[in-house]
């Protein structure tokens, strides 16, 4: 067998094992591309705002999460793994970092603020 039919040969035996090996990545991801990992936020508030715009809320809407719940102490903390919810008297509420081992911690601590002995 001479060179160029040797170098031809092996060019067809791997030209469908590339197509193959494609056809299986597409298969097991999906079809998807990979996503690009998002920039750094900017310090304006361009996309909060386009954000709270965008959102249909006929109640209210939540600053923190844009969440539409019909009172303001219905809210959700954003990050409710790591914060306390606490309804204030006034019919607000607020979010505080978790306080402790004990349950209830943060809403003692606040309690505590309130009555000026913290």
């Given at each position: 067998?001479?060179?160029l039919s040797l170098l031809l040969y092996t060019f067809?035996?791997?030209?469908?094992?590339?197509a193959q090996f494609q056809f299986f990545e597409h298969m097991f991801n999906g079809g998807?591309?990979?996503?690009?990992?998002?920039?750094?936020?900017?310090?304006?508030?361009?996309?909060?705002?386009?954000?709270?715009?965008?959102?249909?809320?006929?109640?209210?809407?939540?600053?923190?999460?844009?969440?539409?719940?019909?009172?303001?102490?219905?809210?959700?903390?954003?990050?409710?793994?790591?914060?306390?919810?606490?309804?204030?008297?006034?019919?607000?509420?607020?979010?505080?970092?978790?306080?402790?081992?004990?349950?209830?911690?943060?809403?003692?601590?606040?309690?505590?603020?309130?009555?000026?002995?913290?």
């Amino acid at each position: 067998m001479n060179p160029l039919s040797l170098l031809l040969y092996t060019f067809f035996l791997v030209l469908p094992a590339s197509a193959q090996f494609q056809f299986f990545e597409h298969m097991f991801n999906g079809g998807q591309q990979q996503q690009q990992q998002p920039q750094n936020t900017g310090s304006d508030s361009a996309w909060y705002k386009q954000n709270y715009e965008a959102a249909h809320c006929d109640k209210y809407l939540c600053p923190h999460t844009l969440s539409c719940v019909h009172f303001p102490h219905h809210c959700p903390c954003a990050f409710p793994e790591v914060e306390d919810k606490f309804e204030l008297g006034d019919g607000s509420m607020v979010c505080v970092s978790k306080g402790g081992y004990k349950a209830g911690e943060a809403a003692r601590k606040i309690e505590l603020a309130r009555k000026g002995l913290l």
